[in-house]
């Protein structure tokens, strides 16, 4: 029988090495790992790594587990001078260090207009008034012995997002100019089923979402959209809200602008007319070229971007390459993809991978040859509509360049010959 120590020997990396003849250079003429670009050799091969050699830390050293020290890069980030303080601003997705159509619950982008509310879910309250038969409040725990608890997959995406891009390519990187977007799962129970508990009165026609952080956010929203797929959520991928994201109670409003999903949701009241709250009127309004603006603005319209080349992550290699990127529409689910290189003059149908939910973030790759020439990039999402994402001029005809709001153009990426990615826009 073999010893501990032999068959700990026996895959050692070094003895692994000598016996494939790996580690004499040049044996394998076709695989040419051993030698550096330089003719030197190379040590990740060569070395026996601390990490190969030493115990690594038992487990439990980090109980609530963190990414690998190596990924410190990979985070949510503002744009300093957007806004004047860091209560009411945003963080972006690091769309570009991402992949499949899951947005990891520590990376989702954040948007409050009074700071993060810290809510005890044990003081917590959702509170159901108005024009119902029975005015109700519902402990957390209350919530969570609902029957019919459902697990759906929905995008969030901030009205505001590439809201800096209407008058001209902005920002430099897709973390700032679509950032504010993020995919995940939600566990928690129809509104329906609260309000039919309650019984909504037949004068009852619009709800209104109050949430419990200090900027008493407020949104209208049509009994119809309520009753149809709208939830009260109390957990994002599987475990709680995070605090940034509402927790413990957030209000999920598929497909529409990010605004109306109230964080930290502590007050529903039914009513039979919209409140026009400061949220629907003064903001999230798109001001028209001739000074009308667009009142409700509530569906997202298909948009995508290219998310990997782009002027955060450029091309490193010559040769094979994999262009990826991310779709998503209020309207349904994403059923195609095109992507060009020549600023939209030609289009290829991208491939599709991972699931393509109705209202939930769809994944495209095209694997592609670069040979170094220029690039300009672009995708055009299409959705179970039949709607077609317009070009950002197309855009402007009809809507101007006075709004900051609902920007789905077409992002274009100019990549350079030394790989190098750059928000620009094509006539
Ligand atoms: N809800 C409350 N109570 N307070 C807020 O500031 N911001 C809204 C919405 N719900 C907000 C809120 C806006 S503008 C957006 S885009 C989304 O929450 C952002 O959700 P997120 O922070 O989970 O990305
Ligand atoms: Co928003």
């Not at 090495?17 to 051993?34: I, K």
């Not at 902005?170 to 039919?196: A, S």
């Not at 274009?412 to 928000?423: K, P, S």
């Amino acid at each position: 029988m073999m010893s501990e120590k032999k068959a700990h020997d026996a895959l050692d990396r070094r003895s692994f090495l000598r016996a494939s003849g790996l580690a004499g250079a040049g044996l394998f003429a076709t695989s040419a790992p051993v030698l550096s670009q330089q003719g030197k050799p190379d040590p990740a091969i060569t070395d026996v790594q601390d990490w190969a050699r030493n115990l690594g830390p038992g487990v439990v050293s980090s109980p609530y587990g963190k990414p690998s020290e190596f990924e410190k890069h990979v985070i949510r980030r503002d744009v300093e001078w957007l806004t004047a303080g860091k209560e009411s601003s945003v963080s972006f997705t690091p769309l570009h260090e991402l992949d499949g159509v899951i947005t990891p619950n520590g990376l989702c982008f954040e948007r409050h207009h009074s700071g993060i509310a810290h809510v005890d879910p044990a003081k917590h309250r959702l509170m159901l008034n108005g024009l119902l038969d029975r005015q109700m409040v519902f402990t957390m725990d209350d919530l969570k012995r609902f029957p019919g608890r459902q697990n759906r997959a929905y995008f969030l995406e901030c009205a505001a997002n590439s809201g800096m891009e209407w008058r001209g390519a902005q920002l430099n990187g897709c973390q700032f100019t679509h950032g504010m977007v993020h995919n995940v799962w939600y566990t928690g129970i129809p509104l329906k089923t609260l309000l039919d508990e309650a019984g909504v009165k037949t004068n009852g026609k619009w709800i209104l979402a109050e949430g419990a952080d200090s900027s008493g956010m407020t949104r209208s929203i049509p009994l119809d959209k309520a009753m149809k797929d709208c939830m009260v959520a109390w957990a994002m991928n599987g475990e709680a809200l995070r605090p940034e994201q509402g927790y413990p109670l957030r209000l999920v409003v598929p497909g529409w602008e990010g605004n109306m999903w109230v964080k930290w949701l502590r007050r529903i009241e039914v009513g039979d007319q919209p409140w026009h709250a400061r949220e629907e009127t003064s903001k999230y309004t798109d001001l028209l070229a001739d000074g009308r603006s667009r009142r409700f603005t509530w569906i997202m319209d298909a948009k995508s971007v290219i998310t990997n080349p782009s002027p955060q992550a450029p091309l490193k290699h010559k040769g094979p390459n994999v262009l990826t990127g991310i779709a998503w529409s209020g309207r349904g689910s994403i059923t195609r993809v095109d992507v060009s290189i020549d600023g939209g003059k030609n289009w290829r149908t991208a491939r599709m991978d991972g699931p393509s939910m109705p209202l939930s973030m769809a994944r495209f790759y095209v694997d592609f040859d670069w040979n170094g020439q220029e690039l300009l990039l672009q995708s055009r999402a299409m959705d179970s509509s039949g709607y077609v994402q317009p070009t950002k001029n197309d855009l402007r005809q009809v809507r101007g360049t006075n709004s900051i709001y609902h920007n789905n153009g077409i992002q274009t990426w100019l990549v350079r010959a030394n790989g190098e990615a750059e928000n620009v826009e094509v006539s």
